[in-house]
C-alpha cells in the first residue's frame, strides 16, 4: 500500500459523457501528478500539481483538466469522453514535486468508455 | 526531450535464473533513473532509483541496476528469480527541467516458467 488512494476504482461510461477522478496523495505529499496508462500509448504523464498550482503538464488533452483543492486532494475531470479515452488513470504522489523525488503511485482508475 | 527505451517487450526465464531487463535512455542533462514494477491490477511500485554516486543501486525484492553513463544504460538484474517477480517491469527518467514528471519506457513484462 503506497498510501496513495483513487476513487472509484472502476468507471464505466459512454461517448461524450463527463467523469471525475479523484486522488488523496499520501500524508504529507504537497506534489500530485496524473498519468495514462492504455495499450497504444503506455504510460503518458498527463499534468502536475504542487500544493495547489500547476506545476507542468504533458499530454494532456483540452478535454481534460485537473485541479488540487487546499487539503492537497486532487481531481482529474474527463469530458466529452471518446472510446480512446479509455484506460488507467493514475495519480501519483511525491513530496515536494522535484525531478528527484520518488513518485508514490495509487492504484489507478480503470475508465471504459463504451 | 528525454527518451526511455526498454529492450524486449516480452521476457521469459526460468525459476532461478538470472533476470536481466534493458533499459537505455536519451537525455541531454544527467538523468534521475527509476525502475518501477507493477503487478496484476496493482499500481507501480518503487523498485530502486539512481540519483547521484554510487552507480550500483540495490532495490527491494533483490533486484539492482546498474547506471553506466557511457553506454546511457540502466539495466535491471536479479541473480535468482522467483515465481513471484512475475509482472511488468518499467524502466522511467526524470530530469531537472521544467517538466519534473517520470518518462516511462513502454515495458518489460517478465514471465517466469517452473
Known amino acids: 500500500d503506497s498510501g496513495v488512494t483513487q476513487t472509484p476504482k472502476h468507471l464505466i461510461t459512454a461517448t461524450g459523457q463527463r467523469v471525475t477522478l479523484r486522488c488523496s496523495p499520501r500524508s504529507g505529499d504537497l506534489s500530485v501528478y496524473w498519468y495514462q496508462q492504455s495499450l497504444d500509448q503506455g504510460l503518458q504523464f498527463l499534468i502536475q500539481y504542487y500544493n495547489g498550482e500547476e506545476r507542468a503538464k504533458g499530454n494532456i488533452l483540452e478535454r481534460f483538466s485537473a485541479q488540487q483543492f487546499p487539503d492537497l486532494h486532487s481531481e482529474l475531470n474527463l469530458s466529452s469522453l471518446e472510446l480512446g479515452d479509455s484506460a488507467l488513470y493514475f495519480c501519483?504522489?511525491?513530496?515536494?514535486?522535484?525531478?528527484?523525488?520518488?513518485?508514490?503511485f495509487g492504484p489507478g482508475t480503470r475508465l471504459t468508455v463504451l | 526531450a528525454q527518451s526511455v527505451t526498454q529492450l524486449g517487450s516480452h521476457v521469459s526465464v526460468s525459476e532461478g535464473a538470472l533476470v536481466l531487463l534493458r533499459c537505455n535512455y536519451s537525455s541531454s542533462v544527467p538523468p534521475y533513473l527509476f525502475w518501477y514494477v507493477q503487478y496484476p491490477n496493482q499500481g507501480l511500485q518503487l523498485l530502486l532509483k539512481y540519483t547521484t554516486g554510487a552507480t550500483l543501486v540495490k532495490g527491494i525484492n533483490g533486484f539492482e541496476a546498474e547506471f553506466k553513463k557511457s553506454e546511457t544504460s540502466f539495466h535491471l538484474t536479479k541473480p535468482s528469480a522467483h515465481m513471484s517477480d512475475a509482472a511488468e517491469y518499467f524502466c522511467a527518467v526524470s530530469l531537472d527541467t521544467g517538466r519534473r514528471a517520470l518518462t516511462f519506457g513502454s515495458g518489460t513484462r517478465l514471465q517466469v516458467q517452473p
Open positions: 501519483a504522489s511525491s513530496v515536494l514535486g522535484r525531478y528527484t523525488d520518488t513518485q508514490y
